[in-house]
């Protein structure tokens, strides 16, 4: 699998599956969430209203709904923590086998992720990172998007991706300008 991070916001990522990091509600208020709703319409949150309920859904685990008006294929909701807004390695690793199960089975052959868990929840983006890059290893999708959305993590994103032994290429959303860089990694 290619591994690529792209800078800018989720729903600008070229990929059929773009994958949120939500709370076990599903309730898109915030963070990808937000976004994907907001430039996806509300018919995505009342499809994820309809699928929580009134429960909460399993930490780790991957539901799939129509990208209302995204040019994505499906969106995957990721619930990257538990009802304390806790996460862990274990509930990383989780979402983005379950994320790449659900892609499988909606046909499709790339994928946008997020550094799960590392907003609201807390937990370390580099953390998060090398879980992602260490889960996304061997899948047979074609290729992956790591999501940064803020530009100053770039530097952090690239040497994590290569410690975990993937040399990725940067992509940058249109309106992501780059920042002054030593030009040490390579770039689309």
């Known amino acids: ?8 916001d989720l729903c600008d990522a070229p990929a059929a599956a773009l994958c949120t990091s ?17 430039r996806g319409g509300y018919s995505i949150l009342r499809e ?3 699928i929580a309920g009134h429960g909460l859904l399993p930490a780790g685990s991957a ?6 008006d995204l040019s994505a294929t499906v969106i995957i909701h ?6 304390h807004h806790q996460s ?13 199960v ?14 799960f868990a590392s907003g609201h929840a807390g937990f370390r983006f580099d953390h998060s990172l090398r879980l992602i890059v260490e889960e996304l290893a061997g899948d047979a999708l074609a290729h992956a998007y ?3 959305n803020d530009p100053e993590s770039l530097d952090d994103a690239v040497r994590v991706v290569r410690q975990a032994g993937v040399e990725p290429d940067v992509l940058r959303s249109p309106d992501v300008r780059p920042a002054e860089r030593s030009g040490w990694f390579a770039e689309e």
Request: aromatic share 2%; proline share 4%; hydrophobic share 45%.
């Open 1 to 8: 699998m290619k591994i690529s991070l792209f800078v800018g």
């Open 22 to 38: 939500t709370n076990p509600r599903l309730s898109l208020a915030m963070g990808t969430g937000g976004a994907v709703r907001g």
């Open 48 to 50: 994820c209203e309809a």
């Open 63 to 68: 539901h799939v709904t129509s990208a209302g």
């Open 78 to 83: 990721c619930v990257a923590s538990d009802a």
């Open 88 to 100: 862990s390695p274990d509930i990383v690793r989780a979402c983005v086998r379950n994320a790449l």
């Open 102 to 115: 659900r892609a499988h089975e909606a046909g499709c052959t790339t994928i946008a992720l997020p550094v």
């Open 146 to 148: 790591i999501v940064i």
